[in-house]
């Protein structure tokens, strides 16, 4: 593997923390707008995108295929609010039914840690809540935590050939061989995992793509998601905490554990895990 490379950075560039809501009767698109004038000096971007499908953690009787199958009907039109600071470094998303902070990597920034951006996500939660309390909207009622982690390991850092990427990422043994008078060149691949006992789902998604940052580029996509549900008898404040706190670490240990020591070393991250 080729040693002259430059680009050591971690391979995060995008990370998301959210949650979802039950539905709010009250709440309309030009709610939506309302909101975005009142942080629209920290926020002047602002567009419209096709709301995000509700995800639903369950366990025991109600099994993943039910989960498939829940369906909302509603009369109302909907839509997703994307506001973006003015480095667009930040992105605010929110509709009615759920909320998300992104950071998204800008070419030669390092991204923040989780100890930053979770402070950042707490203080849009709690405007989010005031404007839906002080506009008589309903109560805000959340039923998920989220927590998501995007990595892109770009050719030409911890591997330049399909035949590296077993040594970039562990216990793949589909990848280690191929079928005689073949060379692999692609593959795409999802795993769930339970985090244990029933406090939600770690899913992972890792494929061969061709990516756009910081320029257009091959890659291997590592997306994982950590996800869990609150319950009604919950404190919604406490559960929410908990439970981002408890996917931040879920997603740290895991891509620990799915890399390899030699894309540690070449990522000089033996020390950072508990920075992510």
Not at 12 to 18: D, M
Not at 130 to 138: D, N, S, W
Not at 200 to 225: C, D, F, Y
Not at 261 to 275: G, I, K, R, V
Request: charged share 25%; with cysteine.
């Amino acid at each position: 593997m080729e040693s002259a490379v430059t680009f050591k950075r971690p391979p995060v560039v995008e990370t998301v923390l959210g949650i979802q809501f039950e539905r709010l009767s009250g709440l309309t698109n030009a709610h939506l707008g309302a909101f975005w004038h009142t942080r629209q000096a920290s926020w002047p971007q602002v567009n419209d995108a096709p709301p995000l499908e509700e995800q639903f953690e369950t366990f025991g009787e109600q099994s993943a295929w039910a989960r498939a199958l829940r369906l909302r009907l509603t009369q109302s039109p909907s839509a997703r609010v994307q506001m973006r600071n003015e480095t667009g470094d930040r992105m605010v998303q929110i509709q009615n039914c759920r909320l998300d902070y992104n950071w998204i990597a800008r070419p030669q920034q390092d991204y923040p840690r989780y100890r930053t951006v979770r402070p950042e996500f707490d203080e849009l939660l709690q405007a989010f809540a005031q404007f839906v309390g002080e506009h008589a909207l309903g109560t805000l009622s959340p039923t998920q935590w989220e927590v998501t982690y995007v990595n892109h390991i770009l050719k030409g850092t911890a591997w330049n050939e399909p035949q590296d990427w077993p040594e970039v990422i562990r216990s793949l043994p589909a990848m280690t061989s191929a079928p005689p008078e073949t060379r692999l060149e692609g593959f795409g691949a999802h795993w769930h995992y339970e985090i244990e006992p029933r406090r939600g789902r770690l899913h992972v998604e890792l494929q061969h793509a061709v990516v756009e940052q910081p320029e257009k580029r091959e890659a291997l996509v590592m997306k994982l998601t950590a996800r869990g549900p609150i319950g009604e008898d919950e404190d919604p404040n406490e559960a929410i905490d908990q439970g981002l706190n408890l996917g931040h670490n879920v997603i740290v240990s895991a891509f620990r554990d799915l890399t390899s020591q030699q894309a540690h070393d070449y990522w000089n991250m033996e020390n950072q895990y508990a920075e992510r």
